[in-house]
């Protein structure tokens, strides 16, 4: 075992935990972090620790780390920020190998707060590692833990590793990815960074084999210089997707009073970009839909796409939308556009590409013979299927008012949808859906419209095709990831 | 009654209507047609024709338009393209004022479907107007009337008008619009614009009195002149938002197979934007949240927000999105400052702007003290409440475990909630919720959490507080609507 994965296995796989300001009070931080990671399931040894209570949810609670008496390698801490110092040495008194430090009141809050961080990392480096303080911590589902409120978060790991200097981020984006087909290695909310900082976990998520794709919501990094070169490294191998906060002169001054970091500027990351390979990012949707897109499209890489729509006008908009992030929709030559005209209905319809199947209903095996056709094509890297009307719900049927044809409609919806995963799994050729939310409706028919929706979409995901809810997000996706890869590859000629 | 609404009477509210092409069979088109527009209630006399039918769902069938008895105002054809020039002056014979053409097979097909397109063009200017070919048609509820397969669209009008050169476009924005508290006096999908096309429409919307907001998709105007002028005189009264199709190299050839049109370059439209007033948007959804901020805004004018939420990355993006489109997060006074320091909890929070209370789930009493504080400074134009926990659904609720918190956290969110609502009627100063979709994962807690969340959005629409999916959404919109103002005002005084 190399050195950071070893390092970093009290964290991220303890084997025994104190959870220092547990409480049955569940008003209280410590007492709703300990909740959590019951519900979460921590395998391991749980130590409760609170000088005014001797049993926590039927844990045994110590007054002082002091007073466990096993060894201990992990420990969670909740209490005052003034508090805090003095539990940390008490942590590598007793051998404890890392900690987490949940408690604000550190350097954001001015030079009182940052005292006791110095303090604080004064004692890190005698021998105790520690994430944070002002953080929400570690999701590490191979370890059993989770951040606050993520007891019911997903059990199973993955391959994406995040890492975040906001906490409201790392429970945010551990939520939405639970819909989008990302499973996390690890999120860290590592908060200000006084001790464990975006290098440590960047080489620590280079060297893991689990994880291939490094997400970093970062407002400023520790060590510039160490960073930069890292960061470089790492995009020889592994993705890394950096979302930059305070990158405007208000979002600087709010880094500030966030996590006490200097943030820096936007053009200085355009160039770490460049320099590093790294795939800058402005949003958490973004950064989600750019790890989706790394994860289901290993093989893709030119910027030649086309779409299948059903109406003229979504392709234009599809058209519109790819060569503004700089993808091309090259028109087909005359003898390909001949052959799809075999394949649509004679009116309504386009072969031009984007390739316009006339109905976002159209026949399954129209789309069939159309996807298979554009996919064999030599000068097409990969299709987006956009907007079809690939799921059902039943009031779309009753709206028919036809028994017999509900019956076939129902059938016919389930072999629409059916096509791309067949084609897929013929071809193989690189494929993107994309399944809008139709309304926002909160009336019952809307609301099971919106749950057949995202079953479908989970039925895609299960079949290694990436799902977006928006043509605009999943072209924003393919130019990132395409971009990774020329300028990695630009990098690695460079030497 | 002025020329324009008179004119257009027929077409927006007829009192009879012939729907050629109709028939018992819904798998074909003109048989769905009258399907729907018997579930949406039209009011008026209902003619099917169809040579090979006598009864269509009850109705009484005629061969042809001239074998009605009685007269009629509006007539819809659905059947194929070689028969349709010879219909239109059947109902021209029959005195029937205009009709809709939902067939396709025209100019956009190439010359042979642009000669039919031009006889049909000839007969219009004889004495019938003539909505299409190409197009999906006329949603009006004030008539009765609605496009397919709109059957269970809303039955209210509304002060929003949407000119779609795509039919698709139409239906998904009547569709998305729904849960987005928009409602329409009408939709025109035209189409190919043999007659009506988006100047005529453009003076319709103008003179009537319940359009506030027009939307237009549009590919190709027809009197690019007449289109110019008469665009810089509506929006120096009603707020214009053009989406326009084909500007990109793709697009423009997307362009011409869908409705035959000249597509023009993004250089001319943006130059259009600042000769006109118009708002230019990209997308469907770019288009709906600007409507939405024109309707729900009226009286927001300057570009100094503030953004309150829970969690200091949230604030540094917020501060970021802002600064991107050019609308500013200023920082706040010290006296203001320490006026919010007394209001928000003493670590973990941010009073400089944007405001951090700390917690995405605050006391209410804490974001009713700082909102109102803040939206009674004269430095600040607009407040956003972004990403706080507005919405509970029963799992959340179960995860604590403890049924008389359980009890206090339901009513807790309720109370919440009900803040920016109580605040906004007292000071009456605009007010914007974000309100994110937290998961897109088809579990039945996810579903009812994503119900939740959209009864809440109804809530606040309901109370005339406008709300977005995304801050990113929310501020593009915001800065849609203060570009607009100003560019009409700087119109207006340049004479």
Known sequence: MSSKLEEFAPIFRPRSHAVVGASSDITKFGGRFLRVLLTFGYPGKLYPVNPHE???????????????????????????????????????????????????????????????????????????????????????????????????????????????????????????????????????????????????LLEYFYEDPKTKVILGYIEGPREGRRFFHLLREVCQSKPVIVWKGGLTKGGARAVASHTGSLAGEEMVWEGLSYQTGAIMVNSLDEMLDTALALLYLPTYRGRRLTVIGGGGGIGVAAADTCERVGLSVPLFSLELQRKLTTMVPSVGTSTRNPVDVGSPFPRPSV???????????????????????????????????????????????AELAQVPVEVKKRLGKPLVMVLPVEAMAPEPEHIEAEEARRKVANYYLAEGIPVFLTLERAVKALANIIGYYERRDAIASSG
């Open 367 to 413: 789309l069939r013979s159309v996807l298979e056709t554009v996919l064999n094509e030599d000068g097409v890297d990969l299709a987006i299927i956009s907007e079809l009307f690939m799921s059902v719900a039943s009031h779309m049927v009753r709206q028919t008012d036809n028994s017999a044809l509900n019956v076939r409609m129902d059938s016919a919806v």
């Open 54 to 200: 001797s049993d926590i949810l039927g844990l045994k609670t110590f007054p002082r780390v002091a007073d466990i008496p096993e060894s201990v390698e992990f420990a969670t801490i909740t209490t005052p920020a003034s508090t805090v110092p003095g539990i940390v040495e008490e942590c590598l008194a007793k051998g404890i190998k890392a900690v987490q430090i949940l408690s604000s009141g550190f350097r954001e809050l001015g030079p009182e707060g940052q005292q006791l961080e110095e303090q604080i990392a004064r004692t890190a480096v005698r021998g105790i590692r520690v994430i944070g303080p002002n953080c929400f911590g570690v999701y590490s589902p191979a370890g059993g833990l989770t951040i606050l409120p993520g007891g019911e978060l997903p059990k199973e790991s993955g391959t994406v590793a995040f890492m975040s200097q906001s906490g409201g981020y790392a429970i945010r984006g551990a939520n939405r990815a639970s819909g989008l087909g990302i499973r996390f290695s690890q999120i860290v909310s590592y908060g200000n960074a006084c001790d464990i900082n975006e290098c440590d």
